[in-house]
Protein backbone atom coordinates (compact mmCIF):
# COMPACT_ATOMS: atom_id res chain seq x y z
CA UNK A 1 0.00 0.00 0.00
CA UNK A 2 1.18 3.52 -0.76
CA UNK A 3 2.16 5.21 2.51
CA UNK A 4 0.38 7.96 3.95
CA UNK A 5 2.97 9.67 4.96
CA UNK A 6 3.41 13.30 3.40
CA UNK A 7 6.50 13.33 1.35
CA UNK A 8 8.78 15.90 1.99
CA UNK A 9 11.62 17.57 -0.68
CA UNK A 10 14.88 19.36 0.11
CA UNK A 11 13.90 23.30 0.23
CA UNK A 12 16.37 24.22 -2.29
CA UNK A 13 14.34 22.03 -4.68
CA UNK A 14 11.09 22.81 -3.81
CA UNK A 15 9.71 25.16 -6.72
CA UNK A 16 12.75 25.63 -8.46
CA UNK A 17 11.06 25.54 -11.46
CA UNK A 18 8.38 27.92 -12.77
CA UNK A 19 6.10 27.56 -16.05
CA UNK A 20 4.42 31.00 -17.01
CA UNK A 21 2.03 30.41 -20.12
CA UNK A 22 1.88 34.22 -21.66
CA UNK A 23 -0.19 35.28 -24.66
CA UNK A 24 -0.30 37.19 -28.02
CA UNK A 25 -0.92 40.46 -25.20
CA UNK A 26 2.74 39.64 -23.71
CA UNK A 27 2.99 41.07 -20.61
CA UNK A 28 -0.13 42.73 -20.39
CA UNK A 29 -1.94 40.09 -19.75
CA UNK A 30 -0.15 38.43 -17.05
CA UNK A 31 -0.86 38.43 -13.50
CA UNK A 32 1.53 40.00 -10.69
CA UNK A 33 2.32 36.48 -9.64
CA UNK A 34 3.69 35.82 -12.93
CA UNK A 35 5.41 38.90 -13.54
CA UNK A 36 7.30 38.36 -10.49
CA UNK A 37 8.33 34.68 -11.48
CA UNK A 38 9.37 35.95 -14.56
CA UNK A 39 11.59 39.19 -13.10
CA UNK A 40 13.08 36.91 -10.10
CA UNK A 41 14.36 34.16 -12.17
CA UNK A 42 17.98 33.43 -12.68
CA UNK A 43 17.29 31.86 -16.25
CA UNK A 44 14.44 31.75 -18.25
CA UNK A 45 13.62 29.77 -21.42
CA UNK A 46 11.07 30.13 -24.26
CA UNK A 47 10.78 30.27 -27.52
CA UNK A 48 11.95 33.60 -29.36
CA UNK A 49 8.43 34.73 -29.78
CA UNK A 50 7.69 34.21 -25.82
CA UNK A 51 11.37 35.75 -25.02
CA UNK A 52 10.38 38.62 -27.09
CA UNK A 53 7.25 39.20 -25.77
CA UNK A 54 8.73 39.15 -22.02
CA UNK A 55 11.85 41.12 -23.26
CA UNK A 56 11.43 43.77 -20.79
CA UNK A 57 10.94 42.05 -17.64
CA UNK A 58 13.64 39.31 -18.03
CA UNK A 59 16.67 40.24 -15.37
CA UNK A 60 18.16 36.53 -15.77
CA UNK A 61 19.82 34.50 -18.54
CA UNK A 62 17.44 34.24 -21.75
CA UNK A 63 17.69 30.96 -22.99
CA UNK A 64 15.78 30.23 -26.97
CA UNK A 65 14.87 26.50 -27.10
CA UNK A 66 17.73 24.57 -28.58
CA UNK A 67 17.34 22.61 -31.91
CA UNK A 68 16.83 19.45 -31.19
CA UNK A 69 14.44 20.29 -28.67
CA UNK A 70 15.16 17.19 -26.37
CA UNK A 71 18.36 19.00 -25.49
CA UNK A 72 16.10 21.72 -24.04
CA UNK A 73 15.25 19.14 -20.95
CA UNK A 74 18.59 18.88 -20.29
CA UNK A 75 19.53 22.14 -19.47
CA UNK A 76 16.42 22.73 -17.22
CA UNK A 77 17.25 19.80 -15.66
CA UNK A 78 20.95 20.61 -15.21
CA UNK A 79 19.55 23.84 -13.65
CA UNK A 80 18.05 22.11 -10.11
CA UNK A 81 18.38 24.13 -7.29
CA UNK A 82 18.74 27.97 -9.64
CA UNK A 83 15.29 29.44 -10.01
CA UNK A 84 14.25 28.83 -13.64
CA UNK A 85 11.31 29.94 -15.51
CA UNK A 86 10.35 28.83 -18.91
CA UNK A 87 7.73 30.68 -20.55
CA UNK A 88 5.10 28.87 -23.03
CA UNK A 89 2.11 29.46 -25.36
CA UNK A 90 -1.40 29.72 -23.16
CA UNK A 91 -1.82 26.43 -20.89
CA UNK A 92 1.49 24.94 -20.39
CA UNK A 93 -0.46 21.34 -19.66
CA UNK A 94 -2.96 21.99 -22.71
CA UNK A 95 -0.97 20.52 -25.43
CA UNK A 96 1.99 22.65 -24.33
CA UNK A 97 5.45 22.13 -23.07
CA UNK A 98 4.22 21.19 -19.47
CA UNK A 99 3.80 17.85 -20.08
CA UNK A 100 7.17 17.21 -21.76
CA UNK A 101 8.55 18.82 -18.50
CA UNK A 102 6.56 16.80 -15.95
CA UNK A 103 8.48 13.59 -17.59
CA UNK A 104 11.31 14.99 -16.38
CA UNK A 105 11.06 17.04 -12.90
CA UNK A 106 8.45 16.13 -10.19
CA UNK A 107 4.98 18.31 -10.04
CA UNK A 108 5.98 19.53 -6.46
CA UNK A 109 8.88 21.04 -7.71
CA UNK A 110 7.25 22.98 -10.14
CA UNK A 111 5.03 26.14 -10.20
CA UNK A 112 2.50 26.69 -13.21
CA UNK A 113 0.35 29.73 -14.20
CA UNK A 114 -1.13 29.23 -17.05
CA UNK A 115 -2.99 31.93 -19.38
CA UNK A 116 -6.08 30.91 -21.31
CA UNK A 117 -5.00 28.36 -24.39
CA UNK A 118 -6.25 29.34 -28.12
CA UNK A 119 -8.89 26.69 -27.96
CA UNK A 120 -10.17 28.51 -24.89
CA UNK A 121 -9.72 32.02 -26.75
CA UNK A 122 -11.05 30.38 -29.55
CA UNK A 123 -14.62 28.98 -28.25
CA UNK A 124 -14.81 32.73 -26.33
CA UNK A 125 -14.88 34.18 -29.49
CA UNK A 126 -17.42 32.13 -31.45
CA UNK A 127 -19.63 31.98 -28.56
CA UNK A 128 -19.09 27.82 -28.29
CA UNK A 129 -19.17 26.04 -24.74
CA UNK A 130 -15.65 24.29 -25.20
CA UNK A 131 -17.42 21.27 -22.97
CA UNK A 132 -19.30 19.90 -26.57
CA UNK A 133 -16.62 21.03 -28.76
CA UNK A 134 -14.09 18.66 -29.95
CA UNK A 135 -10.34 20.15 -29.81
CA UNK A 136 -7.33 18.50 -32.19
CA UNK A 137 -3.75 19.70 -32.33
CA UNK A 138 -2.18 19.21 -35.96
CA UNK A 139 1.15 21.52 -34.22
CA UNK A 140 3.70 19.27 -36.26
CA UNK A 141 1.63 16.57 -36.28
CA UNK A 142 -0.61 14.55 -39.72
CA UNK A 143 -3.29 16.32 -40.59
CA UNK A 144 -5.23 13.47 -40.97
CA UNK A 145 -5.13 13.41 -37.85
CA UNK A 146 -8.81 15.38 -37.70
CA UNK A 147 -10.36 12.38 -39.82
CA UNK A 148 -12.03 10.60 -36.90
CA UNK A 149 -13.41 13.69 -36.09
CA UNK A 150 -15.67 14.82 -38.73
CA UNK A 151 -19.14 13.58 -38.01
CA UNK A 152 -21.71 15.74 -39.25
CA UNK A 153 -23.32 18.46 -37.03
CA UNK A 154 -20.26 18.10 -34.61
CA UNK A 155 -18.16 21.55 -33.94
CA UNK A 156 -14.01 20.76 -33.96
CA UNK A 157 -10.79 23.50 -33.07
CA UNK A 158 -8.04 22.30 -35.50
CA UNK A 159 -4.72 23.98 -33.81
CA UNK A 160 -2.57 24.53 -36.89
CA UNK A 161 1.13 24.20 -37.46
CA UNK A 162 1.54 27.72 -39.57
CA UNK A 163 0.17 29.62 -43.00
CA UNK A 164 -0.08 26.60 -45.02
CA UNK A 165 -2.24 25.05 -42.23
CA UNK A 166 -5.57 26.34 -42.88
CA UNK A 167 -5.61 25.16 -46.61
CA UNK A 168 -4.22 22.28 -46.05
CA UNK A 169 -7.17 21.56 -43.60
CA UNK A 170 -9.47 22.30 -46.02
CA UNK A 171 -8.17 20.75 -49.21
CA UNK A 172 -8.65 17.31 -46.96
CA UNK A 173 -12.54 18.24 -45.68
CA UNK A 174 -12.97 18.79 -49.63
CA UNK A 175 -11.20 15.61 -50.73
CA UNK A 176 -13.39 13.61 -47.69
CA UNK A 177 -16.90 14.82 -49.33
CA UNK A 178 -17.25 17.94 -46.72
CA UNK A 179 -17.89 20.84 -48.68
CA UNK A 180 -20.25 23.22 -47.66
CA UNK A 181 -18.53 22.73 -43.88
CA UNK A 182 -18.38 26.24 -42.34
CA UNK A 183 -14.69 27.54 -41.32
CA UNK A 184 -13.55 30.05 -39.52
CA UNK A 185 -9.66 31.10 -39.55
CA UNK A 186 -8.58 32.37 -36.23
CA UNK A 187 -5.17 34.37 -36.38
CA UNK A 188 -2.97 35.48 -33.23
CA UNK A 189 -5.61 35.46 -30.62
CA UNK A 190 -5.19 37.65 -27.84
CA UNK A 191 -2.96 40.15 -29.92
CA UNK A 192 -2.94 43.17 -31.47
CA UNK A 193 -3.11 41.46 -34.39
CA UNK A 194 -5.89 39.47 -33.87
CA UNK A 195 -8.07 38.32 -36.99
CA UNK A 196 -11.21 35.97 -37.83
CA UNK A 197 -12.34 35.13 -41.44
CA UNK A 198 -15.28 33.11 -41.57
CA UNK A 199 -15.34 31.14 -45.22
CA UNK A 200 -16.44 27.87 -46.83
CA UNK A 201 -14.91 24.93 -47.48
CA UNK A 202 -14.75 25.06 -51.37
CA UNK A 203 -14.73 28.80 -51.17
CA UNK A 204 -11.22 30.72 -51.12
CA UNK A 205 -9.44 31.47 -48.07
CA UNK A 206 -7.42 34.71 -47.11
CA UNK A 207 -4.29 35.07 -49.32
CA UNK A 208 -2.01 35.54 -46.20
CA UNK A 209 -2.62 33.71 -43.00
CA UNK A 210 -0.65 34.59 -40.00
CA UNK A 211 1.15 31.30 -38.61
CA UNK A 212 -0.40 31.35 -35.22
CA UNK A 213 -3.62 30.09 -36.59
CA UNK A 214 -6.57 28.29 -35.41
CA UNK A 215 -9.27 27.05 -37.77
CA UNK A 216 -12.93 26.13 -36.33
CA UNK A 217 -15.20 23.86 -38.18
CA UNK A 218 -18.89 23.22 -38.22
CA UNK A 219 -18.68 19.89 -40.14
CA UNK A 220 -21.62 19.33 -42.62
CA UNK A 221 -20.97 16.45 -44.79
CA UNK A 222 -22.25 15.40 -48.22
CA UNK A 223 -23.47 12.41 -49.75
CA UNK A 224 -20.55 10.90 -50.82
CA UNK A 225 -18.77 12.44 -47.28
CA UNK A 226 -15.84 9.64 -45.56
CA UNK A 227 -17.25 9.31 -42.47
CA UNK A 228 -16.35 7.18 -39.48
CA UNK A 229 -18.47 6.02 -37.59
CA UNK A 230 -18.22 5.89 -33.47
CA UNK A 231 -18.85 1.78 -33.51
CA UNK A 232 -16.60 -1.25 -34.36
CA UNK A 233 -17.12 -2.75 -37.50
CA UNK A 234 -16.51 -0.30 -40.51
CA UNK A 235 -17.31 -0.88 -44.09
CA UNK A 236 -14.87 -2.90 -45.86
CA UNK A 237 -15.03 -0.45 -48.03
CA UNK A 238 -13.37 2.14 -46.13
CA UNK A 239 -9.96 -0.19 -46.59
CA UNK A 240 -8.10 -0.77 -49.17
CA UNK A 241 -6.76 -4.63 -49.15
CA UNK A 242 -6.24 -7.22 -51.17
CA UNK A 243 -8.83 -9.74 -49.88
CA UNK A 244 -6.53 -10.27 -46.58
CA UNK A 245 -9.29 -8.45 -44.47
CA UNK A 246 -10.99 -9.60 -41.33
CA UNK A 247 -14.61 -9.01 -42.28
CA UNK A 248 -16.72 -5.96 -41.01
CA UNK A 249 -19.32 -8.26 -38.83
CA UNK A 250 -16.20 -10.64 -37.49
CA UNK A 251 -13.95 -7.57 -37.27
CA UNK A 252 -16.98 -5.91 -35.24
CA UNK A 253 -17.18 -9.42 -32.94
CA UNK A 254 -13.40 -9.43 -32.58
CA UNK A 255 -13.33 -5.71 -31.20
CA UNK A 256 -15.93 -6.55 -28.69
CA UNK A 257 -13.88 -9.82 -27.23
CA UNK A 258 -10.65 -7.86 -27.50
CA UNK A 259 -12.53 -4.93 -24.68
CA UNK A 260 -10.34 -2.04 -25.95
CA UNK A 261 -9.87 -0.21 -22.57
CA UNK A 262 -7.83 3.94 -22.59
CA UNK A 263 -4.53 3.65 -23.19
CA UNK A 264 -3.63 0.10 -23.77
CA UNK A 265 -1.48 -1.46 -26.75
CA UNK A 266 -2.69 -4.07 -29.33
CA UNK A 267 -0.45 -6.67 -30.75
CA UNK A 268 -2.08 -7.74 -34.22
CA UNK A 269 -0.40 -10.41 -35.45
CA UNK A 270 -0.75 -11.65 -39.29
CA UNK A 271 -2.48 -7.77 -39.66
CA UNK A 272 -3.30 -7.85 -43.60
CA UNK A 273 -4.62 -4.68 -44.34
CA UNK A 274 -4.49 -3.68 -40.45
CA UNK A 275 -8.73 -3.62 -39.95
CA UNK A 276 -8.27 -4.13 -36.58
CA UNK A 277 -5.46 -2.16 -35.47
CA UNK A 278 -7.19 0.85 -37.03
CA UNK A 279 -10.32 -0.02 -35.43
CA UNK A 280 -8.58 -0.55 -32.40
CA UNK A 281 -7.20 2.96 -32.61
CA UNK A 282 -10.28 4.30 -33.22
CA UNK A 283 -11.42 3.77 -30.20
CA UNK A 284 -9.98 6.53 -27.98
CA UNK A 285 -7.13 8.86 -29.02
CA UNK A 286 -4.91 7.41 -26.30
CA UNK A 287 -5.00 4.06 -28.04
CA UNK A 288 -1.64 2.30 -29.06
CA UNK A 289 -1.74 -0.49 -31.83
CA UNK A 290 1.38 -2.56 -33.29
CA UNK A 291 0.51 -4.00 -36.72
CA UNK A 292 2.96 -7.02 -37.65
CA UNK A 293 2.52 -7.88 -41.41
CA UNK A 294 5.38 -10.48 -42.99
CA UNK A 295 4.05 -9.12 -46.81
CA UNK A 296 5.57 -5.79 -47.83
CA UNK A 297 2.67 -4.74 -50.39
CA UNK A 298 -0.05 -5.03 -47.15
CA UNK A 299 2.26 -3.12 -44.94
CA UNK A 300 1.72 -0.60 -47.60
CA UNK A 301 -1.91 -0.96 -46.77
CA UNK A 302 -1.35 -0.67 -43.59
CA UNK A 303 0.15 2.59 -43.62
CA UNK A 304 -2.74 4.23 -46.31
CA UNK A 305 -5.58 2.88 -44.62
CA UNK A 306 -3.88 4.11 -41.10
CA UNK A 307 -3.89 7.67 -42.98
CA UNK A 308 -7.44 7.20 -43.98
CA UNK A 309 -8.81 6.21 -40.66
CA UNK A 310 -6.78 9.51 -39.33
CA UNK A 311 -4.60 7.13 -37.11
CA UNK A 312 -1.35 7.37 -38.54
CA UNK A 313 -0.05 6.59 -35.50
CA UNK A 314 -0.14 2.47 -36.02
CA UNK A 315 3.10 1.32 -35.67
CA UNK A 316 3.87 -1.04 -38.68
CA UNK A 317 6.38 -4.29 -38.24
CA UNK A 318 7.11 -6.04 -41.42
CA UNK A 319 8.47 -9.43 -40.63
CA UNK A 320 6.76 -12.94 -39.65
CA UNK A 321 5.77 -13.72 -36.70
CA UNK A 322 6.84 -15.22 -34.10
CA UNK A 323 10.50 -14.04 -34.63
CA UNK A 324 8.96 -10.32 -35.53
CA UNK A 325 7.89 -9.92 -32.11
CA UNK A 326 11.01 -10.24 -30.15
CA UNK A 327 11.97 -6.57 -28.11
CA UNK A 328 8.19 -5.31 -28.89
CA UNK A 329 6.98 -3.72 -26.20
CA UNK A 330 4.12 -5.89 -23.91
CA UNK A 331 1.12 -6.01 -25.06
CA UNK A 332 -2.54 -5.46 -22.96
CA UNK A 333 -4.00 -7.39 -25.98
CA UNK A 334 -3.34 -9.74 -28.87
CA UNK A 335 -5.09 -10.44 -31.95
CA UNK A 336 -4.44 -13.16 -33.70
CA UNK A 337 -5.37 -13.36 -37.25
CA UNK A 338 -7.24 -16.16 -39.25
CA UNK A 339 -3.45 -17.77 -40.86
CA UNK A 340 -1.80 -17.90 -37.61
CA UNK A 341 -1.56 -21.38 -37.45
CA UNK A 342 2.31 -21.67 -37.23
CA UNK A 343 4.02 -23.64 -34.69
CA UNK A 344 4.74 -22.03 -31.66
CA UNK A 345 3.17 -18.49 -32.06
CA UNK A 346 -0.06 -18.87 -30.12
CA UNK A 347 2.35 -19.97 -26.97
CA UNK A 348 5.03 -17.09 -27.68
CA UNK A 349 2.00 -14.50 -27.94
CA UNK A 350 0.80 -15.72 -25.00
CA UNK A 351 3.79 -15.29 -22.99
CA UNK A 352 4.02 -11.73 -24.24
CA UNK A 353 0.69 -10.80 -22.93
CA UNK A 354 0.51 -8.75 -19.51
CA UNK A 355 -1.05 -10.74 -16.75
CA UNK A 356 -5.10 -9.53 -17.27
CA UNK A 357 -4.56 -8.85 -21.07
CA UNK A 358 -7.10 -10.58 -23.53
CA UNK A 359 -5.81 -12.69 -26.47
CA UNK A 360 -8.14 -13.30 -29.41
CA UNK A 361 -7.67 -15.28 -32.20
CA UNK A 362 -9.59 -16.15 -35.48
CA UNK A 363 -9.32 -19.72 -37.02
CA UNK A 364 -10.69 -19.98 -41.25
CA UNK A 365 -8.86 -22.95 -41.66
CA UNK A 366 -8.75 -26.04 -40.21
CA UNK A 367 -5.02 -26.38 -39.19
CA UNK A 368 -5.77 -22.94 -37.40
CA UNK A 369 -8.75 -24.35 -35.95
CA UNK A 370 -7.08 -27.13 -34.39
CA UNK A 371 -4.58 -24.87 -32.75
CA UNK A 372 -7.45 -23.07 -31.13
CA UNK A 373 -9.04 -26.08 -29.92
CA UNK A 374 -6.09 -27.49 -28.69
CA UNK A 375 -5.70 -23.98 -26.82
CA UNK A 376 -8.83 -24.05 -25.52
CA UNK A 377 -8.42 -27.67 -23.99
CA UNK A 378 -5.31 -26.66 -22.06
CA UNK A 379 -6.18 -22.94 -21.14
CA UNK A 380 -9.83 -22.36 -21.06
CA UNK A 381 -11.29 -19.15 -22.84
CA UNK A 382 -14.35 -19.06 -24.92
CA UNK A 383 -15.16 -20.33 -28.15
CA UNK A 384 -17.12 -18.88 -30.40
CA UNK A 385 -18.20 -20.22 -33.97
CA UNK A 386 -19.70 -17.55 -36.40
CA UNK A 387 -21.17 -17.50 -39.16
CA UNK A 388 -22.42 -15.32 -41.63
CA UNK A 389 -24.57 -15.06 -44.62
CA UNK A 390 -25.21 -12.19 -47.09
CA UNK A 391 -28.41 -11.74 -49.62
CA UNK A 392 -27.00 -12.27 -53.27
CA UNK A 393 -28.69 -12.54 -56.57
CA UNK A 394 -29.56 -16.37 -57.86
CA UNK A 395 -30.45 -16.29 -61.27
CA UNK A 396 -33.64 -13.64 -61.34
CA UNK A 397 -34.01 -14.22 -57.80
CA UNK A 398 -32.28 -13.42 -54.43
CA UNK A 399 -30.78 -16.11 -51.74
CA UNK A 400 -28.40 -16.57 -49.55
CA UNK A 401 -24.36 -17.18 -49.80
CA UNK A 402 -22.73 -17.99 -46.61
CA UNK A 403 -19.25 -16.45 -45.88
CA UNK A 404 -16.57 -19.05 -44.47
CA UNK A 405 -17.32 -19.81 -40.83
CA UNK A 406 -14.77 -18.41 -38.23
CA UNK A 407 -13.79 -19.90 -35.28
CA UNK A 408 -12.67 -17.69 -32.50
CA UNK A 409 -10.76 -18.46 -29.22
CA UNK A 410 -10.74 -15.63 -26.45
CA UNK A 411 -8.92 -15.92 -23.48
CA UNK A 412 -7.73 -13.76 -20.64
CA UNK A 413 -4.43 -13.94 -18.97
CA UNK A 414 -4.56 -14.95 -15.20
Known amino acids: MPSSEPRT ?5 KRWLSIVGIGEDGVDGLSAG ?17 LALAADRIRGVAHPWPSPFGLAMREVVALRGHSVCVLASGDPFYHGVGATLARHVPAEEMLAVPAPSSFSLAASRLGWPLQEVETVSLHARPVELIRPLLNPGRKVLALTSDADGPAILAELLLADGFAGSRLTILEALGGPDEKVTATTV ?9 PLNLVAIEVAGG ?10 GLADGMFVHDGQITKREVRAITLSALRPLRGQLLWDIGAGCGSVAIEWMLADPSMQAIAVERDVNRCANIRQNALRCGVPAVEIIEGEAPEALAGLPQPDAI ?3 GGGSKDGLLDVAIAALRPGGRLVANAVTLEMEAALLESHAARGGELTRISIERAAPVGSMSGWRPAMPVLQWSWTKP
Open 9 to 13: VPSSQ
Open 223 to 232: PNARILSRAP
Open 335 to 337: FVG
Open 202 to 210: GESLPVTVN
Open 34 to 50: ALELIETAEHVFGGRRH
